[in-house]
Every structure is written in structure tokens, then in C-alpha cells.
């Protein structure tokens, strides 16, 4: 199963609270957005109204993965009616006020499953009405966590224990598997000469960390203040949020293990596997639904069962309360913040399955639902995917080309098996590139062709190109020619 796989494959769009349109000063915009993130979008806003950028405001942040809409608010400025490839303008209205988080009502979803096998399809039924019946834990999911994706890991655990130089080394100089040359080539010459600052801020001029190194020759060992001076606060709360997460669903989980003895499967998760229930019976559920766990930190006093959850997450990490509370550098202020424990997705319905064109011999599915603001939608596919029987092959479950380790019925990760290629047929050979799991042994090829035959034509082909960068478009039959040729590697 494959989510995210091409961008028009993931749909989401803000449900604004339309009682703030009305009159006032600040013009209100729809948003359309292909490969931009939000602060992205804001800069090419500010450039078109003619304003600065801190004069734009949104309710929420959106992804640049998939197709995305979302409302911005712009104080002043001429008016803007804008289209490009990646990003549509137009005016809904005007507002008394800047946009805030509480002005979204959630955001409606269109996503869609591919690469699916018969027995995908079954579970996948199986999993809505039980999601449509019972809900499930309203986790953090892995776009929080993109710290632990990148190589960084949780800076405040180092910021807790003292470690300011490690901290600043990871966010600025952490090998990331997914990052591109350009970028970790700049990360490795940061690690050959850390310590010089000198020739650090020499070799960073104008990039990432420059104004960080610049202080650190001024003042070498003031680590916390080049922390401070050369990461961005956004960047910084933003790993704090991270950490926050992390601490919450941990807490989370010890609730519904609590709640659901030994009767919980495992979702995968960046951050750890996370336990969920196939169903809840009345009374577990009033208690969960009745749960009262905030994000851990400053304004909001714990609750006993609150504090009891945390306070066991906290002795694993080593950690205590009074430490996490404590921390005060700036952008490393814990605040806490309410979150209702239940997801309850609405309007969860899917589409009929239809052949799927990308992936040859499967099959794909539209899902169609509704979020609050906060929950996250790819947190409702993984529970879609997962298997009703400890001894059911691990799901092969692909984030964009990310196959994520799928966890056992103890939490245990597992790896799921490689396909197996046979040496000779040619057809194997396409099925095993359109399949995703990775290309085929020189071998392979070698005795394809040593065997008298041609090599795989693309009418054999499963799948698209693999390329570097860009969108791939694709004929709806291939033919003779295959692929139209701006689409070829």
C-alpha cells in the first residue's frame, strides 16, 4: 500500500470559519498550493501585495507534499489575483482582524491508496467500519518528527542535560539520508572543520549558520547564545514542539494499554510504534474520551491521572518534571496546550477500487474524510492498513517511496520480506521495478539479455521512471513509444 506516491495523490484543503468574513482592512485569500510550503507562498503574497511578509497571517500551517488550500490575510497592500504553476491567489472576502489557528474548523481530506493486493482491499474495509465505529488515539504523527527523519534528534534532551554544543551541531551539521548533495556536502564541511570557528564563519558566509560561528569567535564557549543568534526561533519551537509530541504520545499509549490490557495492535510510527484498539466497549471509551492530557508544560496544571502518565514517560527518558519545566532559552519555553484524546474522522468514506495504472496487477482506492485542525490524516491511513491477524504478512506500507517498518503485535519492529526475482522472465523484471521495492540485481538484467533476449521494453513497464526531480506525466497508453519523452530519465 502507497500513499503520497504522485502529488496529486494527497488533497487538502482548510475549512475556514466563514463568520469572520465581513468587513475590515484585511483582504482574505484562497490559497492553492503544488510543492510550497506555506511560508513559501506567504513570501511570493507579501511580494504581490506589495507588503512585507509579518503582514500576512494564516490559521495553520500546510505540507508541500500534495496539493494544498489554505486561507492567508494580508493588513494593506493593493489587491491580488494571482496563478502560476504552483500556486493560486484569489480574494474570498475582507476581515476585521488577522487570521488565527482558532479560525480553522479542520480540513477536509482526498487521499489516495495505490498499489493495493486483494487482501489489502479486505482489511482496508474491515479497518473504516471499525474506524467509523470506535475512532482511535488522536497521535502525533511522523510529519512532527521530521527532527528524528534528518538525523537531528531531540535537541531538547541535550538542551536538559547541558549539552548546548551538541545541540547547535546537530541542527546545523546532522547527516540526513533524505537531504541532497548540495546540502549534506555543506553539512560534512561544517563537521571537517568544527571547532575553528574562524574558518567556520568563513566557510558558511552568507549560509546557514554564519551569524552562530561568528559568535562562537567572539565568544567560543557561549554555545547557548550562538544557539540563540544563528537558529532561527521557528526553528527552534519548532523542535520543542517536537519533543513535546513525543512526550504526549508516549503518555498516550500508557493510556490505551491501561484501558485495553494486552488488546492492542501496533501502528509505525518515526518516534516509536504507537498502540491503537480495534474496538473500545462503553465504558473504556467514556474514560478515554474523558482524559484530560495536555501537552506537557508551563499554565496548565496536571491532572493525578495526567501527571501519573507523564511522570512514568519522563523517568524513561531520565528525566524530570521540574527539568522539562525549566527550560528557558528562547524558543525552548515549554507551554502547555490542550488536545482531546479521541480522533473521530468524519465522513470516512471510500471510493470503489479501480486499477491502478501507476502500479500494474493492483489496485487503487479514494478516501474521503474531515479532521479537526491538529489531527493528521496520514495517522488515519496507517490504522486503515493495518492487518486484523498476528499472523498476517507485515504490511509493505510506502510514505511517498519511504517504506516504513511495520511493528509486530508486541511493538517489536519487522521488517518486512524482499521480494524475490527470478533470473529469466522479463516480466518479473518490469514487476519488480513498478513494484517500488527496489530495481533488480545486475544479475538479473545481465542474464536477461545474456539469454538471447531484448531488454524489457517500456510496454512491459510498471511504473514510472525513476527521476532526480520533477513531476512525471504519463500517456494513458504507453504503446510502442512509451512514455512521452520529456518524462524519460
Not at 482489511?123 to 502525533?140: C, D, E, M, S, T
Not at 479514494?366 to 490504522?383: D, E, I, S
Request: with cysteine; charged share 30%; hydrophobic share 35%.
Amino acid at each position: 500500500m502507497r500513499i503520497k506516491r504522485v502529488q496529486n495523490d494527497f488533497r487538502v484543503f482548510e475549512i475556514l470559519d466563514e463568520s469572520l468574513l465581513g468587513k475590515g482592512s484585511f483582504h482574505v485569500y484562497r490559497a492553492t498550493k503544488r510543492g510550497l510550503t506555506t511560508p513559501e507562498a506567504i513570501a511570493i503574497l507579501a511580494q504581490e501585495a506589495g507588503v512585507e511578509p509579518s503582514a500576512v497571517s494564516f490559521a495553520g500551517l500546510k505540507d508541500k507534499d500534495g496539493i494544498t488550500g489554505q486561507f492567508l490575510a494580508v493588513e494593506g497592500g493593493k489587491k491580488v489575483d494571482f496563478k502560476d504553476h504552483q500556486l493560486t491567489l484569489r480574494t474570498i472576502g475582507k476581515s476585521p482582524r488577522p487570521l488565527e489557528t482558532t479560525d480553522s474548523d479542520g480540513n477536509s481530506f482526498e487521499i489516495v491508496l495505490r498499489d493495493l493486493t486483494g487482501d489489502d482491499m479486505r482489511r482496508l474495509r474491515i479497518n473504516l467500519a471499525q474506524v467509523k465505529a470506535h475512532g482511535l488515539p488522536n497521535y502525533f504523527d511522523d510529519q512532527r518528527f521530521g527532527c528524528l527523519r534528518h538525523g537531528q534528534g531531540f535537541i531538547v534532551r541535550d538542551l536538559i542535560r547541558g549539552n548546548y554544543e551538541k545541540a547547535l551541531k546537530s541542527l546545523l551539521a546532522a547527516p540526513s539520508p533524505y537531504g541532497s548533495d548540495v546540502i549534506e556536502g555543506f553539512k560534512a564541511g561544517i563537521n571537517r572543520r568544527w571547532g575553528d570557528w574562524k574558518a567556520l564563519a568563513e566557510f558558511c558566509r552568507g549560509r546557514r549558520g554564519s551569524s552562530a560561528f561568528r559568535h562562537l569567535v567572539q565568544e567560543p564557549a557561549d554555545f547557548s547564545g550562538a544557539l540563540h543568534i544563528g537558529v532561527s526561533s521557528r526553528e527552534r519551537t519548532m523542535h520543542l514542539f517536537a519533543f513535546q509530541s513525543h512526550l504526549w504520545n508516549r503518555a498516550a499509549g500508557l493510556a490505551v494499554k491501561a484501558a485495553c490490557g494486552d488488546d492492542v495492535w501496533w501502528l509505525p510510527g518515526d518516534a516509536g510504534s504507537l498502540p491503537v484498539w480495534e474496538e473500545l466497549d462503553a465504558d473504556a471509551r467514556k474514560s478515554l474520551a474523558s482524559l484530560e492530557l495536555p501537552l506537557l508544560g508551563v499554565g496548565e496544571p496536571l491532572n493525578a491521572e495526567a501527571k501519573r502518565l507523564y511522570g512514568a514517560v519522563l523517568r524513561s527518558e531520565k528525566i524530570s518534571e521540574k527539568e522539562f519545566l525549566s527550560l528557558d532559552l528562547a524558543g525552548f519555553r515549554p507551554l502547555a496546550e490542550s488536545r482531546s484524546f479521541l480522533m473521530e474522522p468524519l465522513h470516512l468514506r471510500a471510493a470503489p477500487a479501480e486499477r491502478d495504472e501507476m502500479h500494474r496487477q493492483s489496485q487503487k482506492m479514494r478516501l474521503r474524510f474531515t479532521l479537526p485542525r491538529g489531527h493528521y490524516a496520514t495517522l488515519v491511513c496507517k490504522r486503515l492498513a493495518k492487518p486484523d491477524d498476528p499472523e498476517s504478512p507485515v504490511p509493505r506500507f510506502f510514505v511517498s517511496r519511504h517504506l516504513l517498518p511495520w511493528p509486530d503485535k508486541e511493538g517489536n519492529i519487522q521488517r518486512p520480506p524482499r521480494r524475490k526475482y527470478q533470473r529469466s522472465s522479463r516480466e518479473n523484471v518490469s514487476d519488480s521495478r513498478g513494484g517500488g521495492n527496489r530495481r533488480p540485481s545486475r544479475e538479473n538484467v545481465s542474464d536477461s539479455r545474456g539469454g538471447g533476449s531484448r531488454r524489457p521494453s517500456r510496454r512491459k513497464f510498471d511504473g514510472p521512471p525513476r527521476r532526480k526531480s520533477g513531476n512525471t506525466k504519463f500517456r494513458k497508453d504507453y504503446g510502442k513509444s512509451g512514455p512521452s519523452r520529456g518524462s524519460r530519465r
